[in-house]
């Protein structure tokens, strides 16, 4: 999931698949140290793929409790140093402070909790995350490490073959629901996420060559969670991303954050869709100490 800053800026999990398990000169192939004192860990590699897209939230979709260290960015903040927001936000003016959210699916071949696979045997599982970006306004936990521009809106997981208690342990904000991400041809992606008021659908097709990402490895990164999960934050450790070219049409039905969001005039022009592989991931999931 990782290396996300945006789908303009951001990267995110991580996972590698086997042919690419063996050292490779000038790259990573272990992953970073995380600091004692986890609640849980866990571990996610060989990962199919990672599809994202940024957008705008209105705020009144996101009143969530943050912790006392954090604060929200607001895209009129963002357009100082993004383009595509700014054009957005020219024409739309009265989105000036909404928020900038982030919604990834993912499709992974391995998941494990604490040592144990919480995902069914000899298939791969999706999930997807929502996240926003925040920033960090006060005392930082010493066990933090890497960038901190996240925070964790929500994140689903499939609702049959997974195991709710020990994901649950790893992820307190993890919702079980009905979620569909299949390669439904080469280079061909659809994913579909239903929730209570809305059912959200991307399309996406990839094209070239899978190019290994071009930062220092491994990687950190840390995400803070929301509401009533505010007390927790998660560091990762990763390594092997791979990006294609993407492009993506992205729908949702009802009358949710999402569904709001992609219906905002423009907004399409504004993001684009982020499509990675091949990376693997461990997070350690912490609490606060204050």
């Known amino acids: 999931m990782f290396s996300w800053p945006t789908i303009s800026w951001f990267s995110r999990f991580a996972a590698i698949t086997c042919v690419l398990m063996a050292p490779v000169p000038g790259y990573a192939t272990t992953y970073g140290v995380l600091a004692p ?3 849980s860990t866990s571990e996610q590699s060989r990962v199919r793929a990672e599809v994202c897209r940024d957008h ?3 705020p009144s979709h996101a009143k969530v409790k943050l912790h006392s260290g954090y604060r ?3 895209a009129s903040e963002l357009a100082k140093d993004d383009p595509g927001i700014a054009a957005l936000l020219a024409n739309t003016p009265a989105h000036a402070n909404h928020l ?11 998941f494990d909790v604490d040592g144990s696979r919480v995902i069914a045997e000899n298939e791969p599982s999706p999930m997807a995350f929502w996240w926003a970006r925040a920033e960090r306004t006060g005392w930082a936990d010493p066990r933090m ?6 925070v964790q809106l929500a994140s689903w997981y499939a609702d049959e073959g997974s195991d709710r208690a020990r994901i649950a342990k790893t992820d307190p904000m993890a919702e079980f629901v009905r979620i569909e991400v299949a390669e439904t041809k080469p280079g061909a992606w659809h994913a579909r996420l239903e929730l209570a008021g809305e059912t959200v659908e991307a399309s996406i097709v990839v094209s070239g060559e899978p190019k290994r990402r071009k930062a220092p490895e491994p990687g950190f990164m840390t995400v803070p969670f929301t509401g009533k999960s505010a007390r927790y934050f998660t560091v990762f450790t990763y390594f092997g991303h791979h990006h294609q070219t993407a492009e993506g049409v992205w729908t949702a039905i009802g009358d949710g954050a999402l569904s709001n969001a992609f219906r905002i005039p423009g907004e399409a022009a504004a993001f684009g869709t982020l499509f ?8 350690a999931l912490y609490e606060f100490d204050r």
Do not use: H
């Open 37 to 39: 004192g986890a609640v």
């Open 145 to 150: 490490q890497g960038k901190s521009e996240w």
């Open 72 to 74: 929200f960015v607001r």
């Open 56 to 58: 705008l939230v209105d």
């Open 100 to 110: 900038v959210g982030s919604l990834c699916f993912m499709l992974v071949d391995s």
């Open 276 to 283: 990675q592989s091949r990376w693997q991931a461990r997070a």
